[in-house]
């Protein structure tokens, strides 16, 4: 596909925080075939370098397997020369524009400004799959996915998704693939460090550092806060100015909280395309509060003191309840059910029995087959 430039990119992280990454893969695509790859694990910056057993089960790097690896810092000079001025790619480019973003500024690093595309939202905009996990979607695409978060096989994965369905719709530019099924890059603003004002992960993260630096003692899993599994708020899009009137989430404007099965930045987009609003925290338009950990009824009447809803946001829209604002909380399991067909994947665990990091990594043409 003459024009289909790009380069692909996957990042395996330390912990819940993105600024740490541990691993990196980029695939450089040329005229829809893979010309060349890069690949590095990494330790994660100082500071930010506790590696959680949540994170390792499913990717399989310790922080013994890096203890001599160099840092992000050291490598980001190679990593950006090789991307050069290409776009990016990722299944779910949210989330690896934002491993840039705060490992950048944790490292005290400029920004180059980086922009990328998402081969999920390119995935759902053309293939007709109960779920577009990279697995799946690449397995659409012909390409057999047998190392899933070993970061260059999951690079070259996503890779092998554009590439697929460039072919198939006959188009041959990047940004006219996406364009053509709307969808926008994620871009990162470029900066001299020390940026003037950080991301809201980073500025949370700094107030927690102890949590997340490998050279203090670790805390006992129990004390862990639900930031070691990090919910990123992602934008909250404009409601579709083509939807149904007459979906339930029609209208509605929606909160989230705890911990959903998707990424909530997915949610969020999910229901904007069904006419609904969303914010990143509880306000007097709010109707609905997504409780992603689950609750049962006798908890919203539960004594303030033993309320087991524990987050802001759930405390924020009790109060507002009992001041009469008509507002609903709602577990993951009927917020599910809401999206019906729309959910995009099945809920998955948390941990991986088939991720481990490789030894060596075996190159193969994105047009392989399984």
Known sequence: MRGLNFTAVDFETANGFRGSPCAIGLVKVRDGEEVDTYYSAMRPPEGFDRFDPHNVAIHGITAEAVAQAPRFGELFEDIHGFIGEDMLVAHNAGFDIEVFEA???????DSPGLSCLCSVRLSRANYQLPSHALP????????????????????????AVVCDIAARRNVGATDRLFQESGIAPRTMEPWQAPRTRESRATRQVR??????DARLPAPQPRHMPDLMR????????PPSSVADPAH??????????????IPRAEAKELV??????????????????????GFEPWELSAPEESFPLRSSKAREALRRQREGQPLRFIAEEEFRALLGSRWPVSSPAVTDPEAAQPAVEASRPLSARG
């Open 230 to 237: 990090w919910q990123d708020e992602g934008k909250n899009l």
């Open 207 to 212: 107030t927690m550092a102890h949590l997340f």
């Open 248 to 261: 339930p989430l029609f209208a509605q404007q929606l909160a989230f909280t705890g911990n959903l099965s």
């Open 103 to 109: 490992a950048l500024e944790v490292s005290g690093l």
């Open 136 to 159: 799946k979607a690449a397995a659409e695409a012909g390409y057999q996915l047998t190392q899933h978060h070993y970061a260059l096989d999951d690079a070259r994965a996503s890779a």
């Open 272 to 293: 904007a395309a069904l006419g609904a609003a969303t914010a990143s925290r509880v306000t007097a338009g709010t109707t609905l509060l997504v409780v992603g950990d």
